[in-house]
């Protein structure tokens, strides 16, 4: 069986739940309230088609003092996840800043894989962002896809990480 590595980032403001889905996708299990100190790294081994595919999987703290790790880690990414928070407005308003310090790390002209997942889809009672909203910034910078998800639930969890597995193995010509 043919065998590849990709480099994963996920990125976004602290508290928007991006370490609580790399746990749950990682073992399963909920783990709300951990915070990220500078940046984590995992591996996963997922089958895609068929395909051998193993995830290295670097999540970032979101505050502000550790954002310029970013650029040095994220030099060779084969994919990223932006995460918001669907209850927090200004956790998608950053989307901006967020891509500015990840591009730096990109050759120039280079594109990778990228989508948007907004979190803590079991609060949806309190959400202040609207998915029509969330879609419209996604467009306009020209993300793969948005999904929304729950790490409390599970919801979308696995789908996410397939998603962007696939644009990884697209963009490659893999699949």
Not at 6 to 30: A, D, M, P, Q, S
């Amino acid at each position: 069986m043919l065998e590849f590595k990709f480099k994963l980032l996920i990125f976004g403001n602290g508290g928007v739940g991006k370490t609580t889905l790399v746990n749950r996708y990682l073992t399963g299990l909920f783990a709300p309230g951990i915070l990220t100190i500078g940046v984590d790294f995992h591996i996963k081994a997922v089958d895609i088609e068929g395909k051998k595919v193993t995830l290295q999987i670097w999540d970032f703290a979101g505050e502000e003092r550790f954002r310029f790790l970013l650029p040095s880690y994220a030099k060779g990414a084969n994919g990223a996840i932006f995460m918001f928070d669907i209850t927090r407005y200004a956790s998608l308003t950053s989307v901006n800043e967020w891509l500015d310090v990840f591009r730096k790390s990109l050759i120039e002209g280079e594109e990778v894989p990228m989508i948007i997942v907004g979190g803590k889809l079991d609060l949806n009672e309190r959400r202040t962002v609207s998915q029509i909203e969330a879609r419209n910034i996604s467009s306009e910078f020209q993300f793969h896809d948005y999904l929304e998800c729950s790490a409390k639930t599970g919801e979308n969890v696995e789908e996410i990480f397939n998603k962007i597995a696939r644009s990884m193995m697209q963009r490659a010509g893999f699949i």
